[in-house]
């Protein structure tokens, strides 16, 4: 699809998705500082900025083969991860290679120290080790993918049947009913 979008706004689809904040997308398409928060809201309205938006994200979607089930799936082998998988029994770590790779895929840093007596004699070890942030990654995995899975009302959205959408058309077209004859009396 083609879309007559300009420069600027072309930029700002660009910026946005790479971390979707609009004002830091907004400053880095071009946008002045001082204007680009509601430079930033006024594009995200904008029809054919949000329909270049989805365009990207979809294109990068298909290219990174990700889509909800991978992204629940990934959830689930992180959540379920197990800590002994890792440590021995003595509460020490395994050597990484033999760590499982949904462990070594959260590895974030890994600092080992060596302790040391006066007479040069080696004492101990000491290793620090960080992992990312499970929840966080997998959020920005599913903005960056679209799949919803951490969309607010997405529960209510997955159990809409055909009945309580007819039920809500129907309660939607009383309703009208009733603002016509409200507006005809006064």
Known sequence: MHLELN???SAFALEYIKDF???HAAIRAGYAEKSAEVQASRLLRNVKV???IAELKAERA???AYDATQVLIRLGEMSDADPKDILNDDGSYKPLSEWPIVWRRMLQSCDIE???SEDG???GRV???KFIDRLKTLELIGKHVDVRAYAPDVHNHLHLTVESVEMRLSAGRDRL???AVLRATL
Do not use: M
């Open 114 to 116: 060596e302790e040391w």
């Open 21 to 23: 904040n609009g004002t």
């Open 50 to 52: 949000k329909a270049r």
């Open 7 to 9: 420069d600027k706004q």
């Open 127 to 129: 290793v620090k080790i």
């Open 62 to 64: 298909a290219v990174t």
């Open 121 to 123: 004699t080696k004492t």
């Open 177 to 179: 009913r009733q603002l």
